[in-house]
Every structure is written in C-alpha cells, then in structure tokens.
C-alpha cells in the first residue's frame, strides 16, 4: 500500500483551503473550494485502486479474477456530479451578488454584515 495518493489527495485539499483562506474574490473562493473538494476525487481513487485488478465487469470474469471496487468508482462519479453542482449553484450567487452589490469583494460587502 503506497501512501504517496493520500499525501496527494492532503495538498490539493490544503492547496484548495489556502486559496479559500487567502482569497479576495468570491469568484476566486468559488474556484479554491473546487480544488479542495476535488482531492476526494484522488482519494477515493485510492482507496477502490487494486494493483493486477481488471474492470468490474463480470459477465466475462471468471471467479477469483481480481477487480476494482465498483462502489468506489460509483462515489467518485456521484462526486463529481455533486461537485459540478454546487459549484454551480455558488457560482450563480456570485452573480447575483454582483448585481445587487456592485461587487464580489467580500470586505465590500456591507450589507450582508451583522
């Protein structure tokens, strides 16, 4: 078991959460929480990944064949999807902050502080 993938998966995850801690635009913050949302892409991954494993399809795999986890490949997949929507929808707000406020710098804006 190598741990090189998770020590991959921990710095695009800090990569991501020092741009979001760092940034000065909500664009920008929208871009960073994608980049540190997407290192569960590497880490689920690693976690289904068997070395000699073949595709998990089984009408033509004889028994004992190793495979990959299918339910793994399942999660990454619901998890881009999630991921492409929520990013979607932040985008969304964004703009409509940008529309009602004039700008997407978070110390801008006024209004929303309590």
């Known amino acids: 078991m190598s741990v090189l ?3 991959i998966a921990g710095w695009i995850f800090l990569a991501g959460l020092y741009g979001l801690a760092t940034s000065r ?3 920008h913050a929208v ?3 994608s980049v540190a949302q997407s290192s569960t892409y590497v880490l689920l991954l690693a ?3 068997r070395r000699g494993g073949t595709a998990p399809v089984f009408s033509d ?3 004992g064949v190793r495979v990959v986890d299918p339910v793994v490949q399942a999660l990454a997949l619901t998890d881009v999807v999630v991921g492409a929507t929520v990013t979607a929808l932040l985008l969304a707000l964004v703009v409509q902050t940008a529309k009602r406020h004039g700008t997407v710098d978070p110390d801008e804006l ?3 502080r309590g």
């Open 31 to 33: 871009g960073c929480l």
């Open 5 to 7: 993938p998770y020590a």
């Open 25 to 27: 635009d909500l664009v």
């Open 47 to 49: 976690v289904g990944y």
């Open 61 to 63: 795999v004889k028994p």
């Open 110 to 112: 006024f209004e929303l």
